[in-house]
């Protein structure tokens, strides 16, 4: 059995290099803008362009209620999807293991900045923090990968102002029964006539399904099981539709939300703005 598993001082000299081309290179390429005018956004949803076919994923940018697309490669947004919908999987994955390895050099990831488009790419940027000396450490990355890896490292996601201005010519497609969509701390997905059977939900009750709720909405009383009712008084028919509703939130008011918890209907508000994130909200691994 110890020869299929290197031992932890071995893993440490295989990534020793790593980090020392992290500390001396890591200003290799430098932020475009400066890092205060990065606009923090939550990632909402993953789903493709119809016209190319190519993975997209939407960023919520609570100030303007806008959400924005960036295109993904295939395997960051099947990363991505796992993540949004939970998914425990039983041996760490591509973005999983560099989770791992940033907590193995005894740092943290922080911070994933989207900091620039330039001619059809995007480019994006780590910020990551050692534990023992406090230092940061910027390292240069795609941002699919940076994307995939904040969701499992619980760190805040910043947009450059421009990015969050430029439109692609793209038309954005849910990814229909398997949609999943996050905001306000809250993920939802279809209800299915499998899953109200099961869970007892009422049956001539519209909305989307909690399939996970963490901080504000959580201490709020919302659930896993819970049946979305409303948002402002809209009836959210698919997650696309909870997300927008969302959006549709008055610039600093709150969302005011009504939810079947299994026995009564409730009512709640929450703030719009962009969660902050945990890093024990990442996907469970079964080592």
Known sequence: MAARF???PLILALIAPLLAAATFGAHARELAVHPDE???VELATVGF???SGAPVVLLREPESGDVVPILVGVNEARAILMALHDVSVRRPMTHDLMHSLVG????RLERVMVDELRDGTYFGMLQLRKNASDETIMVDTRPSDGLALALRAGA?????PAILQ??????FEGL???EVVTALDITVVPVTAELREALGLPEDAEGVLVSRARGRAASAGISEGDLILSINGEVPRSPMDFLELVGETSTGARARIRYWDGNEEQEVELP????????EDGPRISL
């Open 49 to 51: 362009d119809r016209l």
């Open 6 to 8: 290197p031992r932890i």
């Open 166 to 171: 430029h439109r692609p010519d793209l038309e």
């Open 38 to 40: 990065l606009v923090p």
């Open 176 to 178: 229909q029964d398997d």
């Open 104 to 107: 193995a050099i005894d740092a």
């Open 272 to 279: 719009t703005d962009v969660p902050m994130p945990r890093a």
């Open 156 to 160: 805040m996601i910043l947009v450059a």
